[in-house]
């Protein structure tokens, strides 16, 4: 039997049903803007922009796009009834003052004390770019993170030590990957969740570092196809 | 009286040339004032120091400036923009110097300049590339590392709407970074959709006070 890995909509979704009613969040440039087309219809929950924006919306129909209203990645959004602007230092306030329910960030690498990695390979071939992920990394009440367990080339992207320079060290609270949910705890990852078809040895050969399982590991699945 | 409504470029930019150190308002293409950016190209000044979030966007404004070499340095948080291939050449051929700044501290820093503070401790960047070489002190336990303010000659700033005292109102997340660099540089500079009468815009309503201005350009958004 052969994993039934998540699709990145699917952890997208798993991530969203995580997210409590009245929760402010952050979604991270990339794959975890995907959690907002998820977020369940019976909850009020605020987006967060570091642009300035409190109540983000979805993305406008076309023609209707404002060029002064975009999110982090600089694509066109709305706002929603009860929304707000603000300048950048407000938006950061909001942030490291610990002002954010959570945060959803992509990672390059996450050690299994909450170190995380997600701005640099330390490429020097490549220009440096941070945006404002340590800000959020650091600010977060809590620090979730949205990533295929494994690169491109089957290599772990949950390790004991990171290797690549940080973003932020003992941040992580939360990993959702293809193929499980695990907490970060006492500087050990703990499973709650896998796919059907691997079992514990299965998902430790595919990761960097020793797993615990919780009492009760449940099925990682999604109602979504 | 106090006017502070300029009519041509050439007034808007006086005592800018080459070397010239200046914040420029913007997150990504939103917020940022592309005329006077395009204005300082045509007047052909080099070695300038940039402090902006990005290293400009697309094909208008700052990137313009860096395409044509104009910009030694840029302080950022993020250069590397979708679109922004002209970077990622400039940097490898060492023609375009980058210092990163994370993007709370960026605007931190800034804000520190135009408030009067010496520097300040945060949590960001504790134990990253980005905290070495700088003093670091505890507080009840947690670990924070100290930020200098950053100022500058010149900012150039994007509004909606201003009066002839420099009061502001910006449009939506175009605001970003103007409130915070108008207060940070020797001379203010705005860019603006349309000016207004005194008292047109409503006190409760002003985002940055004219305090923080020196000049305004009326440019008809397009």
Known sequence: MTAAKLTRAQVAWRIAQDIPDGAVVNLGIGAPVMVADYLPADREIVIHSENGILGMGPTPPAGEEDPDLINAGKQPVTLLAGGSYFNHTDSFAMIRGGHLDCCVLGAFQVAQNGDLANWSTGDNARPPGVGGAMDLAVGAKRVLVMTDHCTRDGSPKLLEVCTYPLTGRGVVDRVYTDLAVIDIADGRFVVREMVAGLDADGLEALTGAPLDFADGCGVLSAAIG | ?222
């Open chain 2, 1 to 222: 009286m106090i006017d502070k409504q300029v009519h041509d470029f050439d007034a808007a930019l006086a005592g800018v040339g080459d070397g010239a150190t200046m914040m420029v308002s913007g997150f990504g293409a939103a917020g940022a004032p592309q005329d006077l950016m395009e204005a300082i190209l045509d007047r052909g000044w080099r070695d300038l120091v940039v402090i902006s979030n990005n290293a400009g966007e697309g094909e208008r404004g700052l990137a313009q400036l860096i395409r044509a070499g104009r910009v030694r340095k840029v302080v950022c948080s993020f250069p590397t923009s979708s679109n922004a291939e002209y970077v990622r050449d400039a940097w490898a051929r060492g023609a375009l110097e980058l210092e990163i700044v994370p993007q709370g501290t960026l605007s931190e820093r800034i804000r520190a300049a135009g408030a009067g503070i010496g520097g300040f401790y945060t949590r960001t960047s504790v134990g990253t590339p980005l905290a070495e070489g700088k003093e670091q002190r505890c507080f009840d336990g947690v670990d924070y590392v100290l930020e200098p303010p950053l100022r500058a000659g010149f900012a150039f700033v994007r509004a909606r709407l201003a009066d002839r005292w420099g009061n502001l109102t910006y449009n939506k997340s175009a605001r970003n970074f103007g409130p915070s660099m108008a207060m940070a540089a020797d001379v203010t500079v705005v860019q603006v959709d349309r000016v207004v009468g005194l008292g047109e815009i409503d006190p409760e309503q002003v985002v940055t006070p004219g305090i923080f201005v020196d000049r305004v350009i009326e440019v008809a958004a397009t």
